[in-house]
């Protein structure tokens, strides 16, 4: 089994981004206890199981080994792919 070492925090935020609980994501071979101990950093996941979590997540699986969540967004950022220029 090939351990993914992602970052339990970024687990959290993916998650919590999505708008679920926890109970919500564990189904199947992934339970609760499981997610707790991947998002506290006191377990890893195996790379088949990150990948799964991942897509359930509708994130790419390199998000979850970031070093730090993203920035929360900022409404006085511009965002140039929604602007228009008149």
Do not use: H
Not at 11 to 35: F, H, P
Not at 43 to 51: F, L, N, R, V
């Amino acid at each position: 089994m090939v351990v993914a070492k992602i970052i339990g925090e970024m687990l959290t935020w993916a998650r919590t981004c999505a708008g679920l609980k926890i109970e919500s994501l564990a189904e199947g071979s992934i339970s609760v206890e499981m997610l707790t101990a991947w998002e506290d950093g006191t377990d890893k996941p195996s790379q088949t199981q990150a990948i799964a979590i991942a897509e359930k997540l509708g994130i790419s699986y390199a998000m979850l080994f970031m070093p730090e969540v993203p920035p929360s967004d900022n409404p006085n950022t511009l965002d140039l792919r929604v602007s228009t220029f008149c």
